[in-house]
């Protein structure tokens, strides 16, 4: 009966670490999957933007004007991904807000500020709006001094790590953000979120890349087409070179068969070892190859031979321990058995003296003395 109660008390803990185990799982807080629904919903407004911006640029501008707005939708939107699709929301958050904020401030006052020519102030109008949106979905979540802490550090940001090309090179803000908030790196992320979260994330993933790729490809086509020098003038004069060198080699072979003829036959002495020593070679690295085959399948039939005993090892080595930790449970409980019984005993016995013995011992103590005061009255 003990021994089934000792089985039945860690069958009890196993579901009870089971439970553990499961709630482990820690869903994203509130506050962080709208960072996350904010910042990916801003995702279109982003392209939206940055690609109406850029086919305006290409339809008025110059060949410069439009291989970098080419280069801007490819960059910007890339780059977006990069940012907007981390395993943090906050990760996300910020370092979106940190790359609209340095595209805002390249087209304004950097480099970028006189990219497209007399079309550039559409480009920072454009990101300035963006810049502006994406503030104003923060504005949202946040309370007014954590908004003004965070703008804060966006601006140091962007003045520390300005973006100085069209390709958009730049690195992640959000190790500087965990700086600036006293943060440190372990306390950053505590959880990726629960299963049906994670599965969520991923499907955006997918949606995301499967809608973009198609449309960054076409960009990069038009670009490299745009810089192509090959032309159908070019291609036509190719084309009849070989066809005029062609005409030649056969007016050759025609004027002399028998050189020709004397040539093939002398190449043919001259391959024939090559071949041979080439086939040769080729038999040997088969053979090198069977018997190194062989080798590792004995190799891995020994690591696996020499697994299962190790795992037959422990395996009775798991058993044994759990066989000694039962017999030593069952016999402290049995001790411990033993040594309530004896307290048992010892109080009933003292009970019974203090109830029963003590009134009658008090009784005929008394007797004694009532009787003795009768044989000897004064």
């Not at 185990?21 to 990916?40: A, D, H």
């Amino acid at each position: 009966m003990l021994f089934a109660g000792a089985i039945a008390l860690a069958l009890s803990g196993c579901s009870l670490l089971e439970v553990k185990l499961e709630s482990g799982i820690e869903p994203l807080p509130k506050e962080q999957l709208s960072m996350r629904v904010f910042t990916r919903d801003y995702a279109s407004t982003f392209y939206a933007g940055v690609e109406q911006s850029a086919d305006a640029i290409i339809q008025q501008g110059d060949l410069a004007a439009q291989s970098n707005a080419l280069l801007w939708k490819i960059s910007a939107e890339q780059t977006l991904g990069q940012t907007i699709f981390q395993v943090s929301p906050v990760a996300a958050m910020v370092d979106t807000w940190a790359f609209t904020a340095q595209m805002q401030a390249f087209f304004d006052s950097g480099n970028g500020k006189r990219l497209f020519g007399d079309r550039s102030a559409l480009a920072a109008t454009t990101s300035a709006q963006l810049l502006g949106d994406y503030e104003r979905r923060m504005r949202g979540l946040m309370s007014r001094a954590e908004f003004e802490k965070n703008q804060q550090f966006i601006q140091q940001y962007v003045e520390q790590y300005p973006l100085f090309d069209i390709t958009f090179p730049r690195v992640s803000a959000f190790n500087d953000w965990l700086k600036f908030q006293g943060i440190g790196e372990f306390d950053a992320v505590t959880t990726f979120g629960s299963v049906p979260e994670v599965m969520t994330d991923m499907s955006d993933r997918m949606a995301m890349l499967a809608a973009q790729t198609p449309k960054i490809l076409g960009w990069k086509a038009e670009l490299f087409a745009l810089h192509s020098n090959i032309n159908s003038e070019e291609l036509q004069q190719t084309l009849q070179q070989i066809s005029t060198t062609s005409a030649k080699f056969q007016a050759l072979m025609a004027q002399s068969p028998e050189l020709m003829q004397q040539l093939a036959v002398d190449m043919r002495q001259e391959l024939t070892p090559l071949l041979t020593q080439l086939d040769a070679s080729a038999e040997r690295n088969l053979a090198q190859l069977s018997v190194e085959r062989q080798a590792l399948e004995k190799m891995v039939e020994r690591e696996r031979l020499a697994l299962e005993q190790l795992v037959a090892r422990e395996r009775q080595a798991v058993a044994s321990e759990a066989d000694a930790l039962v017999e030593r449970t069952v016999a402290q409980v049995f001790s411990e058995l033993t040594n309530t019984l004896q307290s048992l005993i010892l109080y009933l016995i003292l009970f019974l003296l203090v109830v029963f013995f003590a009134p009658l011992g008090l009784g005929v103590w008394l007797g004694k003395r009532i009787g003795l005061k009768q044989a000897n009255p004064r």
